[in-house]
């Protein structure tokens, strides 16, 4: 089995905490709520890798084969894109294109290899489920865990925000329980209720609904109109292409680490389905 590791980064990471910038009003143009220039992003995977100390120095006084150097991966190449306040961006593509490279890049789980990411204004992120929460503790415990991530004391939790999450995730009775009893949908409702609570700046969504229950659903679509109401940023990703197009103002569709399409959602997912898929989005004549 393949083991992965991260090389030594040269890159900055900008990140800057402010509130967003005044919109409208005839002065200078706002600063893009997200912008990544020249990005690229590299990984090594290896064929083997010694687990213990014990391992490497058996290996070197058997005088077995030596092992193949490590293969680099580029997980993003020279990516380079904006969004701005206010606007909501999809991004398709298939699994491995880089997209969830590109929210840990986002949410500075990862730094780039080369390149400058830059974030304005306070981010919250939704990327995989379990992210940001520790299995160990309880529900609630873990609501001032992941305020604590997001600069928040416990003094800002108490005040009404604890409440906001338990009202929005409709999990009460379950606050007090480990989250390592918790479902997949019960991970969803307690990480996306507390992403939108904190009142971010920017927001980032990782296939989060595609485990929502019927009722569920709905009401982070609904959140995330009034985010959209309120001139948030939002950067959705998912596989679920007619969400993007009733959803987003914009869309990229990402190869191999790459844009290969960018424009309204309608023309760059067409463009994602007629690569893998011709003829699919055109429509078939009656017999």
Same mark, same amino acid.
């Given at each position: 089995?393949?083991?992965?590791?991260?090389?030594?980064?040269?890159? #900055? *990471?900008?990140?800057?905490?402010? @509130?967003?910038?005044?919109? =409208?009003? +005839?002065?200078?143009?706002?600063?893009? /709520?997200? $912008?990544?220039?020249?990005?690229?992003?590299?990984?090594?995977?290896?064929?083997?890798?010694?687990?213990?100390?014990?391992?490497?120095?058996?290996?070197?006084?058997?005088?077995?084969?030596?092992?193949?150097?490590?293969?680099?991966?580029?997980?993003?190449?020279?990516?380079?894109?904006?969004?701005?306040?206010?606007?909501?961006?999809?991004?398709?593509?298939?699994?491995?294109?880089?997209?969830?490279?590109?929210?840990?890049?986002?949410?500075?789980?990862?730094?780039?290899?080369?390149?400058?990411? #830059? *974030?304005?204004?306070?981010?919250? @992120?939704?990327?995989?489920? =379990?992210? +940001?929460?520790?299995?160990?503790?309880? /529900?609630? $415990?873990?609501?001032?865990?992941?305020?604590?991530?997001?600069?928040?004391?416990?003094?800002?939790?108490?005040?009404?925000?604890?409440?906001?999450?338990?009202?929005?995730?409709?999990?009460?009775?379950?606050?007090?329980?480990?989250?390592?009893?918790?479902?997949?949908?019960?991970?969803?409702?307690?990480?996306?209720?507390?992403?939108?609570?904190?009142?971010?700046?920017?927001?980032?969504?990782?296939?989060?609904?595609?485990?929502?229950?019927?009722?569920?659903?709905?009401?982070?679509?609904?959140?995330?109109?009034?985010?959209?109401?309120?001139?948030?940023?939002?950067?959705?990703?998912?596989?679920?292409?007619?969400?993007?197009?009733?959803?987003?103002?914009?869309?990229?569709?990402?190869?191999?680490?790459?844009?290969?399409?960018?424009?309204?959602?309608?023309?760059?997912?067409?463009?994602?389905?007629?690569?893998?898929?011709?003829?699919?989005?055109?429509?078939?004549?009656?017999?």
């Amino acid at each position: 089995m393949s083991t992965l590791s991260t090389p030594t980064d040269s890159a #900055t *990471v900008a990140a800057a905490n402010t @509130a967003s910038p005044a919109r =409208g009003g +005839g002065g200078a143009a706002a600063a893009p /709520a997200i $912008e990544c220039t020249g990005v690229w992003k590299q990984y090594y995977f290896y064929s083997h890798r010694p687990r213990k100390l014990k391992d490497a120095f058996m290996r070197v006084i058997s005088r077995r084969a030596a092992v193949p150097p490590p293969a680099p991966v580029w997980a993003l190449r020279d990516f380079n894109f904006r969004v701005e306040p206010g606007e909501t961006v999809g991004v398709v593509g298939h699994n491995g294109a880089g997209k969830s490279t590109l929210l840990k890049l986002l949410s500075r789980i990862l730094v780039p290899t080369k390149g400058t990411v #830059t *974030v304005n204004g306070r981010l919250s @992120a939704i990327i995989e489920l =379990g992210a +940001g929460f520790h299995e160990d503790l309880t /529900a609630r $415990e873990n609501v001032y865990l992941a305020a604590s991530f997001r600069g928040l004391s416990r003094r800002d939790v108490n005040n009404g925000l604890y409440d906001r999450i338990v009202e929005f995730s409709e999990l009460g009775e379950h606050m007090e329980t480990p989250l390592k009893y918790f479902s997949s949908g019960m991970h969803a409702r307690l990480g996306f209720a507390i992403a939108v609570s904190v009142n971010p700046d920017v927001l980032l969504i990782d296939e989060v609904l595609a485990v929502g229950d019927a009722k569920f659903k709905p009401k982070c679509l609904d959140a995330i109109k009034q985010f959209q109401h309120d001139g948030k940023a939002i950067l959705f990703v998912s596989h679920d292409l007619n969400t993007v197009k009733s959803l987003c103002h914009r869309a990229i569709w990402m190869k191999q680490g790459e844009v290969c399409a960018s424009g309204d959602p309608t023309s760059a997912i067409n463009s994602y389905l007629e690569h893998y898929w011709p003829g699919s989005t055109t429509p078939k004549s009656k017999a």
